[in-house]
């Protein structure tokens, strides 16, 4: 193919909350199966008014899979996951999105999940030719917090200007509960002034596998595992 461009139209359709309203733009708690959303921007979910008991996800909070293609997901505030919140054993799948300027006041600035029972959940985070940017947490992951049984796959995709306060970098897996099946692995993705903490960090022995991967320009280092030697293995044929 020729003078071909594959880049997807910016969605048209925007979803905010009516100024001066703090409510969570989506709430999907106690649902099943699988949310989906396409071709959408949702902009400005806060829910510390509607929901200040459990302030979490400031956009989306769901215990049903979520399924996002093609969705911009800017200026979330919640105290964790400031666009995205995994609640039960839900799962994550983006494409062609971007999670944009969101703020968790602990962990997840952009994405974070329930950790309170990690030993017995599994569940799969995939995200491909998505960007992550401006994120920001004051006590955790600057970007993606996750932790126990996951299979996280970061495919095609930039990392870039997030950050943490509390040194927790932009991606953060933690394991309290004796996880027994854990994949974390970045494939063609870009990492670049990222601040706070290492790009990626981890409280658990599980070492990140790396793919054509490229750190640039962040300020503390790029990968930092407990318990793993080497931390992170590169693989670039």
């Known amino acids: 193919l020729t003078g071909s461009d594959s880049t997807r139209l910016q969605p048209l359709t925007t979803i905010k909350p009516a100024t001066g309203s703090n409510i969570r733009l989506i709430n999907a708690s106690d649902a099943y199966g699988v949310l989906k959303l396409s071709d959408v ?37 919640a105290v964790r996951g400031g666009a995205v919140f ?45 960007s992550f940017r401006l994120n920001q947490a004051a006590a955790g992951a600057g970007a993606i917090q996750l932790c126990g049984n996951v299979a996280m796959t970061l495919q095609s995709s930039t990392l870039s200007q997030n ?51 490229v750190f640039a320009a962040n300020t503390a280092g790029d990968c930092s595992v407990s318990g793993a030697n080497p931390d992170c293995t590169a693989i670039n044929p």
């Open 163 to 213: 950050s943490s306060a509390a040194t927790s970098g932009a991606l953060h897996y933690s394991d309290g509960f004796g996880a027994s099946s854990v994949v974390l692995e970045l494939d063609f993705v870009t990492a670049a002034e990222n601040t706070g903490g290492p790009v990626i960090l981890s409280s658990g022995p599980y070492a990140w596998t790396l793919k054509k991967t």
């Open 41 to 77: 921007i949702l902009e400005g979910g806060n829910p510390s008014n509607s929901d200040p008991v459990e302030n979490y996800g400031g956009i989306i909070r769901s215990s049903a899979s979520v399924n996002l293609d093609n969705v911009r997901i800017r200026a979330g505030q």
């Open 86 to 130: 995994l609640s039960g054993r839900a799962g994550f799948v983006a494409s062609d999105s971007e999670f944009q300027g969101n703020q968790a006041g602990e962990t997840g600035g952009a994405i974070a999940m329930n950790c309170y029972m990690d030993g017995s959940v599994a569940r799969s985070v995939s995200v491909s030719r998505s």
